[in-house]
């Protein structure tokens, strides 16, 4: 037998170890086998849950989707655009990489999308970092307690649902009762050093409209709005929340006071439904996956208080049909730190901001105010509560007098409510709130 020289073998050696060093390996390429309405099934080995992949149409265009589940042997994806051009047989390439998106201070200002694309057609200046979407939340144990007070500007708030810095509350209302509107205003009157604002499912008119009017020059400088419209895909406005609350988390880590605030949550959830029935989840209640339930408090729970700074979270959650019962209202409700119900009923009266001040809490406001806050807002609040449970026997000439609480009810009734009217425009200094507060309580 002949064997090859060994100064040979040692040449071919050197030269193979070269080869491979430099040579890119061709990666797994699948091919579409089936399009089944939002789902897209490939065959892809190796590939693994939450992994982008790039699917190219006949024309060269790059549809961009993400791996959500699998079925057998075949990878099951959801696009994160548009899936015009694709058809059975279309190349997947798997990019082996998660959903990252760029985070800095050069965002701020900014409209971005769900992938942190600025939507203004103007490059970033720079990019601090590139962030992983999908974070765990801080550890339970160790976390600061919440004890300073997060001023909005907005009286009602301020001074009988005061919040604190770090704090969670959910704001729920109907359609056209003035949350956006609410919300525009606590990101222009609040002392937070920065704000990111989730727009998800928004009508793409109202986008401008909450930029331009709710929001203002002012408050867009230090803010950074997140869009995704109602007419993208389910994958792409699920990841909208995902987005601002990791742009948030890099605020806080550089030791700010960040506000979070989200239009709406029952939006996110409408899409994390679409996403789990496509892949094959039972519906539950009103229709709602359980993945649903899972991901909420996954969510909800990145905002808070840490260390290094905070994560002041507004969601708001558009209540289905005015009803504060149905499952993801409840749902949130129970997650959150307190809740700021808005009133159709009260909107009606020309009553702007319409809080239900009896049907709101903050669950921190004892732990927050001073005991001559406490005790004007008790106060205001029952004589609030006195009022409206005898409010039909008032309003029909029923009533004529002799209970002193009900007669200092009504005499406070017109100057409550024009101490919690508030100009859209107009912010207020907290410490001005409560000491008109404690006034009111003392006529």
């Not at 704090?167 to 956006?180: C, D, E, I, M, N």
Request: glycine share 10%.
């Amino acid at each position: 037998m002949n064997y090859l020289p060994n100064e040979f073998l040692k040449e071919f050696n050197k030269k193979a170890l070269q080869v491979i060093e430099k040579e890119k390996f061709s990666q797994w390429v699948g091919k579409v086998s089936k399009i089944n309405g939002l789902m897209i099934e490939a065959s892809i080995p190796g590939a693994t849950i939450g992994e982008l992949c790039n699917i190219i149409t006949d024309s060269g265009d790059n549809r961009i989707a993400e791996i959500v589940g699998f079925r057998d042997d075949v990878s099951l994806l959801l696009l994160l655009g548009a899936g015009g051009g694709l058809h059975q047989g279309s190349k997947v390439y798997p990019t082996g990489k998660m959903l990252k998106i760029p985070v800095g201070w050069s965002m701020l200002g900014r409209i971005v999308d769900s992938l942190g694309r600025p939507l203004d057609n103007k490059p970033l200046e720079y990019i601090d970092e590139w962030r992983g979407i999908d974070n765990d939340p801080p550890e339970a144990y160790g976390r600061p307690r919440i004890d300073t007070i997060f001023a909005t500007g907005v009286k009602t708030i301020d001074s009988l649902l005061t919040l604190g810095v770090g704090q969670r509350v959910g704001l729920f209302a109907g359609s056209g009762v003035g949350k956006s509107t609410l919300m525009g205003m606590i990101a222009r009157c609040s002392d937070s050093e920065v704000n990111i604002i989730a727009l998800v499912g928004e009508r793409g008119r109202e986008v401008q409209d909450f930029i331009e009017q709710s929001l203002g020059e002012e408050g867009l400088k230090k803010s950074i709005v997140v869009i995704a419209t109602s007419d993208q895909p389910p994958m792409f406005r699920l990841k909208c929340l995902y987005t601002a609350t990791t742009m948030a988390e890099f605020f806080r880590d550089q030791g700010k006071k960040v506000l979070l605030m989200v239009d709406s949550v029952t939006r996110t959830a409408m899409a994390g439904r679409e996403v789990g029935l496509s892949v094959g989840e039972p519906p539950t209640m009103k229709g709602y996956t359980p993945s649903v339930f899972a991901l909420l408090p996954r969510l909800l729970e990145r905002a808070g208080y840490s260390e290094k700074g905070s994560i002041t979270a507004i969601y708001s959650t558009l209540v289905d049909g005015d009803d504060f019962n149905e499952p993801i209202a409840d749902a949130v409700r129970g997650i959150l730190d307190g809740h700021i119900v808005l009133s159709r009923a009260i909107a009606a009266k020309n009553h702007f901001p319409a809080i239900d001040v009896l049907a709101s809490v903050s669950r921190l406001f004892p732990e927050l105010a001073n005991q001559e806050h406490q005790k004007a807002a008790g106060d205001i609040r029952n004589m609030m509560a006195l009022y409206k449970n005898s409010e039909d026997l008032i309003t029909i000439g029923a009533y004529t007098g002799g209970d002193r609480n009900l007669d200092r009810a009504i005499n406070l009734n017109e100057k409550i409510n024009d101490f919690l009217k508030q100009d859209i425009y107009s912010c207020f200094d907290i410490k001005h709130t409560v000491e008109e507060l404690e006034k009111l309580s003392a006529l």
